[in-house]
């Protein structure tokens, strides 16, 4: 019996992943001022410990990232293009994200990505402006997208 406990305390080989993941963004949320060596080898770190991580800890290392002062640019881009599930805290939140990075997001934006930029409170003109743009472009595809919907049913 005290063997299985034992076992308890082992952390399984999925989980060592998550826990790398979490220290790194922890340990990187602790710098007051991250400097630009500091920015890089976190962006370098992080999207391979992200990729190996579970479903749960990606979710709350975005959180914990949409709370930062600095992330580096390459790592907000990576995290905005994830699915809406994981992103959306960090786009409806993050002050990080410049303009051009949610300018970047809406260019290939799926509409519940577009959806997560329009829901943040400190949007700018050309941000507005993109959205508006977004938006008519959608409306205008759903027509053609009904059409090849139709003449797939029907073959």
Known sequence: MADRFRELERPQS???KDIVLMATVSSFESLARPGHSDLRQFAELFEPLYLASSEEARRQAVA?????????????RFLARQPIGVAAILITGSRVLSDETLLAILADASPDHARAVALRDDLSPRLVEALVGHHRSARSRRPAEAARNAEAAEE
């Open 64 to 76: 914990a990232l949409s709370r930062c002062r600095a992330i580096p640019e390459p790592t907000a």
């Open 14 to 16: 999925g989980r060592q």
